[in-house]
């Protein structure tokens, strides 16, 4: 059983306080990331866990026991820093042996630890070799294994794949989650990079300025995200965040890849095939689905191959849109926004909470915003 | 113009061959004279080879005092000074680069003046104090002053905090000691700098007149090279065949060492008084 | 267990720095900073060594020291030969180290050669450079001679005796100064030259208005620690010359030895001590803010 729980922790620097009350449960045997800009406090938080920096105010405990105290290496946990902080003077085996001297594990059961662990991260031939005649992979492999050896309940990793380039780092990504399976242990992962987050974790924390702003799975934290934060901070594109005047004190979201874009000729653009789906809705005269439509015109396009984004200028503000059309928009290119209703998010302007629907409904006179949207012909806008 | 350039290198070369004839030269006549015989050596022009070469004026400067003494005296407190000057300084440069305690600074101040301070100018009071200690005419004199070296505590802090914190955390999630970093992590991640120093601080002892003659008196405990200039007061006058003889036996070993690892002994004393 | 050790951990910790620092700093306080106090106070004493008690006599020392022509002659003897050895060191040294600061295994050579005195006793240095002054057999005078020249009587003359140990000690430390001064060439970097000769600066502005002030840290930390260290020139006095002819080459650091230890003037000593203290201070307080530029620019 290793739980780790975080109760009211606080973290101050110099009268600086970085972390503020921060409670967390990190179940047992979960991958666990933290996630969120620089300088939120995920290091800060993950270092306190590791008992590398003391605790301000509040409880860490792991299983049943209090840690605050102990100290970091009697908490039965392993990390894997950013740059590895391998020990430059000992070879690859030393290395990985180094925690079990001073834990005074038997040579035998050591000799037999190391040539495990090294079979499974690869590195058997490497065992003699010192730390800087490895490529960045094999280092990282290194520091995994020196963490892996000890056989902790909790594994803790700040960025350890930063320092690598995108392949390899999408290779180690597959691997630690496999690693994850077979050893069952807790990990705790630290990243600034929403993609690797959602990739691979089953609990998402996302941090803000010392706070967590919200804890859940990656498809909740997309599709529930609890703020205007959260929001903004998962998926690319950013949502967009449109303020309107029809609706004081409330801001309304929606994600690029979900606004559809539609031609003067009527020829449907982005978010297309999802709008093929809802075509017998549309033709529906008597109930039509609701939405916003506005006009607007194509600023700009980024094409990235396997998706076009545009920036689209309409009365309602500017839209980031993302697009899987091989077709293209051009230039100063008129367009037809739409937007479902589903798919609208809705913030409170100040705080940035999110506002359910029937709350906003409630707060607003909403249906005046939202019209029935139907087929493009019927607006008159394209020829056909 | 190709020919001027060729002249030029030529020129250069012949330069280069001068300087460095000025600086080796003096060398060179050291040892020629060192197998001469008296007759040779008062001959003006001088004779550049020895007729014959007389090794046993080695022997014979050697023979002339307790040269054995005065040789293993030399290494050992050079030898005992750089051992305790590891010891002591260790622990000192890991203190002041890794630990935030109350008059750090200050206390780390101190020991810069310590460096700043030459012997030239503590020696006539801590002559007075050692001889109330009853150790002058000991080696302790010789040791105990510098058994210390805020030069290097100087250095070792430098290299000390260049190691990435990560390192060190590492070791206490890998249940190591403090002292088991200190020993088994930092100093070898710091022995670049060690031998430096270690050069450094054995060449300059072993060189040292200064101080050993000042605490000395008494054969005894006398280093090489005050034997060294003894044998010119001893052998007197013109027997600079034997004089040198005896120089030989100073100088060569440090030659031998500045031949083995020249670079090493130069960054030893021109970066390290650099940087 | 665990929190047994980690009371005691908590008792050792704060502790553990100063009993890291103790026994270096034991070392300085005793042979450093206690004998600084020490001789100070021996400056106001008479003492001679033997007898048991120290009568305080004021500045009475220092009083007879700066009416001592001896004293005057000693200081002035100092000065010269610090004076001389500087400049004449770091001017051969910067054109040395102009001339020399190229790769190739032929520059490292020299650079090895040029080098190699400053890392040999001073005593052997003392004894070679004596016997090759020697004013009948020596082999100075010999090349004086080949070139047509007086042969010269060297050491054993009041009047060349002391440029005797200037040109010991320059052949000395030269070497030092010119790796120095290359390691500072060095450390320009290569971008600046090039931007330089983009510009289509003539050689000499390129030398006088980039490496003359891109080299004066360098210049600087020379020019103190040379001084420094001419200032306590000891071994080769007391090895060539014994201060002698007639006190022509008689300087602080050996009149302080001479006094205190032959003549048993402790307190008198002391006073010629805080004066060459003094000197030394003023210097150490120039480094001291060269070294704190240093670290600043870092
Ligand atoms: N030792 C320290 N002393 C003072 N302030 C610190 C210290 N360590 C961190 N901080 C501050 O605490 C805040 C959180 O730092 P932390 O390293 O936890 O950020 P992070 O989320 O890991 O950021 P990044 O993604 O850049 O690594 C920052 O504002 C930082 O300046
Ligand atoms: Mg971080």
Redesign the pocket.
């Known amino acids: 059983m290793a739980e780790v729980v975080l109760k009211q922790i606080v973290k101050t620097?110099?009268r600086?306080t970085?972390i503020q009350q921060l409670d967390l449960t990190i179940s047992n045997g979960s991958f666990t990331v933290l996630v969120?800009p620089?300088?939120?406090?995920?290091?800060?938080t993950l270092r306190m866990i590791a008992g590398l920096e003391t605790v301000t105010e509040g409880e860490i405990w792991i299983g049943d026991q209090k840690v605050n105290d102990l100290p970091p290496g009697k908490r039965d946990l392993a990390m894997v820093f950013q740059n590895y902080a391998l020990y430059p003077t000992m070879t690859v085996k030393e290395n990985i042996e180094f925690g079990l001297k001073n834990r005074k594990v038997r040579k035998e059961e050591r000799e037999q630890l190391i040539r495990e662990i090294a079979e499974i991260v690869g590195l058997s031939d490497y065992l003699q070799r010192k730390p800087s005649t490895l490529s960045g992979g094999q280092r990282q492999r290194v520091a995994l294994a020196r963490a892996m050896v000890k056989k902790p309940k909790v594994f803790l990793m700040d960025e350890p794949l930063s320092n690598l380039d995108a392949t390899l780092r999408h290779q180690m990504r597959t691997e630690l989650i496999e690693l994850h399976k077979q050893l069952g242990a807790t990990f705790i992962y630290?990243t600034?990079d929403q993609v690797e987050a959602m990739s691979m974790g089953d609990q998402i924390v996302v941090m803000d300025r010392g706070r967590i702003q919200q804890t859940a799975s990656p498809m909740e934290l997309y599709q529930e995200p609890a703020n205007r934060f959260v929001a903004r901070f998962i998926g690319t594109p950013s949502m967009n965040i449109l303020t309107l005047p029809d609706l004081p004190g409330l801001q309304l979201g929606i994600r690029p890849e979900r606004v559809m874009l539609i031609r003067e000729d009527g020829s449907a653009f982005s978010f297309h095939a999802e709008w093929q789906r809802t075509k017998p809705d549309l033709q529906r005269a008597d109930n039509p689905p609701e939405g916003i439509s506005a006009e607007g015109v194509i600023l700009g396009r980024e094409v990235l191959g396997a998706e076009t984004l545009y920036k689209v200028q309409t009365q309602l503000g500017a839209f980031a849109v993302k697009s899987h059309s091989d077709l293209l928009l051009n230039q100063d290119e008129k367009v037809l926004v739409r937007l479902r209703k589903q798919d609208l998010y809705f913030f409170d302007a100040a705080a940035g909470q999110r506002v359910r629907e029937q709350d906003a409904f409630a707060r607003h006179a909403l249906e005046a915003i939202l019209s029935p949207l139907t087929e493009p012909a019927v607006l008159g806008v394209g020829g056909r | 113009m190709p020919h001027v350039h060729k002249m030029l290198k030529w020129l250069e070369l012949a330069g280069m061959m001068m300087v460095a004839l000025i600086f080796v030269f003096p060398f060179v006549w050291m040892f020629l004279t060192s197998f001469k015989s008296l007759q040779e050596v008062i001959q003006f022009p001088p004779q550049w080879l020895p007729e014959t070469w007389l090794w046993e004026n080695v022997v014979k400067a050697w023979d002339s005092g307790p040269f054995l003494t005065y040789f293993s005296n030399s290494v050992l407190v050079a030898l005992s000074i750089l051992i305790l000057q590891f010891l002591t300084g260790v622990p000192a440069a890991y203190a002041f680069a890794r630990y935030r305690f109350k008059g750090r600074n200050w206390l780390f101040g101190l020991s810069l003046i310590a460096l700043m301070i030459p012997p030239q100018i503590t020696f006539l009071p801590v002559f007075l104090e050692l001889s109330q200690w009853k150790l002058i005419n000991t080696l302790w004199a010789l040791i105990l002053p510098y058994s210390a070296s805020a030069f290097g505590i100087f250095l070792l802090r430098q290299a000390f905090m260049q190691v990435p914190e990560e390192i060190v955390e590492a070791a206490r999630l890998d249940q190591a000691s403090e002292w088991q970093i200190m020993w088994n992590l930092m100093v070898p991640m710091a022995r670049p700098v060690l031998v430096t120093f270690g050069l450094f601080s054995f060449i300059y002892h072993w060189n040292d007149y200064f101080w050993p003659l000042v605490m000395t008196n008494q054969e005894l405990v006398r280093t090489l090279p005050i034997g060294i200039a003894m044998l010119k007061q001893s052998e007197g006058g013109v027997a600079w065949h034997i004089v040198m003889a005896g120089n030989l036996i100073l100088v060569l070993p440090i030659l031998l060492i500045f031949f083995l690892a020249q670079r090493q002994i130069i960054r030893a004393f021109v970066y390290s008084g650099v940087k | 267990m665990n929190q047994q050790m980690s009371i005691l951990e908590r008792l050792w910790m704060p502790v553990r720095p100063y009993l890291f620092v103790l026994p270096a700093l034991l070392v300085f306080l005793a042979f450093f900073l206690y004998p600084i106090g020490y001789m100070i106070y021996l400056s106001f004493t008479s003492w001679n060594f033997i007898s048991p008690d120290k009568e305080f006599v004021g500045i009475a020392n220092y009083l007879e020291l700066f009416a001592e022509p001896e004293f005057h002659q000693v200081l002035f003897n100092t000065f010269l030969y610090t004076l001389l050895t500087v400049s004449l060191s770091l001017g051969i040294s910067l054109l040395l180290a102009l001339w020399l600061n190229r790769r190739g295994s032929l520059y490292g050579i020299v650079q090895g050669a040029i080098f190699s005195p400053y890392i040999i006793s001073l005593v052997s240095v003392s004894l070679l450079w004596m016997w090759m002054m020697d004013p009948r057999y020596g082999l100075l005078n010999w090349v004086l001679n080949w070139f047509g020249l007086p042969p010269s009587k060297w050491l054993t003359d009041t009047d060349s005796a002391i440029y005797g140990l200037i040109l010991v000690s320059v052949w000395k430390i030269v070497g030092y100064n010119t790796l120095v001064f290359i390691a500072g060439l060095q450390s320009i970097p290569r971008e600046i030259y090039e931007a330089a000769a983009m510009d289509r600066s003539p050689v000499w502005r390129t030398f006088s208005k980039i490496t003359i002030p891109m080299l004066s840290p360098t210049l600087f930390f020379l020019l103190v620690i040379n001084t420094i260290n001419s200032f306590q020139v000891f071994d080769t006095v007391q090895v060539m010359t014994q201060g002698g002819p007639v006190n022509s080459t008689n300087m602080l650091v050996y009149y302080i030895y001479e006094n205190g230890f032959d003549f048993f003037k402790i307190g008198y000593a002391s006073a010629a001590g805080v004066v060459l203290l003094l000197i030394v201070g003023i210097l150490t307080v120039f480094h001291f803010l060269f070294l704190s530029k240093r670290v600043h620019y870092r």
């Open positions: 620097f110099d600086q970085v969120g620089s300088g939120c406090g995920k290091t800060t630290v600034h």
